[in-house]
């Protein structure tokens, strides 16, 4: 979730998500702690030196809390309870929120725990960039976008190693599991909604496939 609450694209999701249900599809849909996430790890930190662990429990409290808001906002199509461990959860209903696990667990490992305990072979993650890049576009104004990647090719551009707080495409460790169990991550960006649309719907879209 970015630094305030964006009902717009929150309605255009919730809109988006419960067309695709109607036609018989199901989500689990994993939330993150964004900015706000950091901003209490840095806080945290000015006032005392934290453990990873310590920080880590901050992070899953944020994504549980932003879990719970999208529950609620998808109401009746939403399973009455979010996800708090992988290996244990109901799926009667269409939507199933998810937040964080535990201490040493990204959000995207969440997200690739739970597709492999339900035989699911594709994870979308929605962010705030349009690809993943060959190098750091900050430092970088000529790195090239990457539309379609091996695991290998992304382990190449990507952190070795993941810590909490750690601002990547997707976390090495959920990317080691997702290559293991076979799975197409993709990376887009959330915005505009008809991005992730077209991907839903087998039309071209905008964004990074890494399988």
Known sequence: MPDQVDADFLRDF??????????????????????????????????????NEELDWLGIAVTRLNAEFVRLLFGSEAEGKIVLDPKSFDFAKPVVLAGGWKPGSSTDLMAVQLAKNIGGKKVINLSNIDYVYDSDQRKNPAAKKLEKISWAEYRRVSPKDWDPGLNSPFDPIASALAEKEGMEVVIMNGKPINNLESYLNGKKFKGTVIS
């Open 14 to 51: 919730r809109n988006l998500i419960l067309t695709e249900v109607a036609k018989g599809k199901k989500f689990i849909i994993i939330t993150g702690g964004g900015k706000l996430c950091r901003r209490y790890n840095q806080a945290a930190e000015e006032i005392k030196s934290m453990t």
